[in-house]
């Protein structure tokens, strides 16, 4: 079974950045659509970005310009660059893995099968 991870995770103040990673095990991640989410306390779980197995990406509106979302040439890592961060990214962010190979971007939690197990990010004033 496949198993996600997600890192890098934290404090940081707004307008800081910071880079979150997600990994599977004994896994490469090319032929997969990855995407992350995140929920923040007391919301639902939102859709942030996607990568496809082509590298076709999708941003939510809300960080359009300040996220980059990136899988690295050995297709291990899946990275979510996050830029001057606001308040309001505040969440806990999770990496999950649409397991039909060669997908279209995908924008919902329920078209994903395997997940992380979220990372914890928080933004401070």
């Known amino acids: 079974e496949v198993q996600l991870a997600e890192s890098g995770g934290g404090l940081v103040q707004a307008g800081g950045s910071l880079r979150l990673s997600c990994a599977a095990s004994e896994f490469t991640l090319d032929a997969y659509a990855i995407g992350w989410f995140r929920q923040a306390a007391g919301k639902e779980r939102e859709g942030v970005s996607c990568?496809?197995?082509?590298?076709?990406?999708f941003y939510t509106d809300s960080v359009k310009g300040r996220f980059t979302i990136s899988r690295n040439d050995a297709a291990t890592t899946v990275t979510l660059q996050m830029s001057s961060l606001k308040l309001e990214d505040t969440a806990v962010y999770y990496c999950?893995?649409?397991?039909?190979?060669?997908?279209?971007?995908?924008?919902?939690?329920?078209?994903?099968?395997?997940w992380g197990q979220g990372t914890q990010v928080t933004v401070s004033s």
């Open positions: 999950a893995l649409d397991e039909v190979p060669y997908g279209q971007i995908e924008v919902a939690a329920s078209e994903y099968n395997y």
């Open positions: 990568i496809t197995s082509g590298g076709s990406t």
